[in-house]
């Protein structure tokens, strides 16, 4: 595969990659390393999934694939004991492979294996000493900055992300836009400590199925890749899906990023009453949408039969691996 083909498939579906040139450069070399990191928090849900089907294509095109399982980060981030995170990372890493993933091409790593090395800690001091307060606090995740009283730990966060990529010697660092002031913290940084600044993919970010900016395992407005087909059905069905609207339609987004990576169109049963079936593509569907021709009922109904059926893989893997 070319170079510029590789590219293309690399940027298509993401919102920015910072840069182009660097990233032609990085595909140069016979197996360079893409990352990306998670906390092991809760449930891997649609959210995450947009990462790691990015991640995927990575895989596809000659990418070693490594996995952050973020264990001290979470515990940071008061997600729980080391022991229970721990827990979850394990499941954490099951859903990823379950979703695709190939258990051999890709490299778990658990934060605390590493985060207590001596290497590590004296590049963390040294990114402490590179970097103002304030930057630090503007790269806290959004939780976090709008506490009343942030923690200390809520700083060394994003510095131990940074320090992070170092140790996993990254080509690429793949996250959704919640992930930029840390990334670009790591482009101005790094270099100054001797390394090579990563490639930055910034994927989108699914709203929540309640309408809430972000789909997030601590709010509960989540579709889990592993849900049963009941689960799923009720949680699209109570689902945020305004007439009319795009902007902000957590169903809308899931068609988007899911069912049209997948496939060129979508089915719509209706009963003949109201227009029967649709097989539409997905400037047809937003086209209808917006014009009030497609009612919230129908497409929360076409959108489910395909989400039973696409997570089906995951939760038969996750049923024969507990």
Not at 27 to 56: C, D, F, Q, R, V
Not at 187 to 200: A, F, Q
Not at 227 to 246: G, H, L, N, Q, R
Request: net charge negative; with cysteine; charged share 30%.
């Amino acid at each position: 595969m070319e170079t510029q083909e590789k590219v293309e498939i690399i940027e298509k579906r993401t919102l920015e990659v910072i840069n182009t040139d660097e990233l032609e450069k990085k595909l140069e070399k016979k197996s360079p390393i893409a990352y990306t990191g998670y906390e092991p928090s809760g449930k891997i849900h649609l959210g995450h999934a947009i990462t790691i089907m990015k991640l995927k294509q990575l895989q596809d095109i000659g990418f070693k694939i490594k996995i952050l399982l973020a264990d001290y980060h979470a515990y940071l981030n008061g997600k729980g004991t080391i022991e229970e995170i721990e827990e979850m990372a394990e499941y954490n890493k099951k859903c990823f492979i379950a979703f695709g993933l190939s258990e051999e091409k890709t490299e778990f790593v658990l934060g605390s294996s590493f985060q207590t090395n001596h290497e590590y800690v004296e590049d963390l001091y040294k990114l402490a000493n590179l970097t103002t307060l304030s930057r630090a606090k503007r790269s806290m995740d959004q939780v976090s900055r709008s506490a009343e009283n942030p923690k200390v730990a809520n700083v060394v966060y994003p510095l131990m992300q940074v320090a992070d990529m170092i140790f996993l010697n990254v080509d690429i660092a793949l996250g959704g836009m919640e992930q930029r002031k840390i990334q670009m913290l790591a482009r101005e940084h790094l270099p100054k400590l001797g390394y090579e600044s990563p490639v930055c993919i910034h994927t989108p970010l699914l709203h929540g199925l309640d309408g809430d900016e972000k789909m997030s395992s601590s709010k509960g407005n989540l579709i889990a890749i592993d849900d049963t087909e009941e689960e799923i059905a009720k949680k699209i069905k109570k689902s945020f899906c305004p007439m009319k609207e795009i902007e902000g339609n957590p169903v809308i987004e899931i068609a988007n990023h899911f069912i049209f990576s997948a496939q060129d169109k979508i089915l719509i049963e209706r009963p003949e009453k109201f227009g029967g079936n649709l097989n539409l593509t997905e400037t047809e569907l937003i086209d209808m949408y917006v014009q009030g021709d497609l009612h919230p009922i129908d497409l929360k109904s076409g959108v489910t039969k395909f989400m039973i059926e696409y997570l089906k893989p995951v939760r038969e893997y996750m049923l024969n691996n507990q």
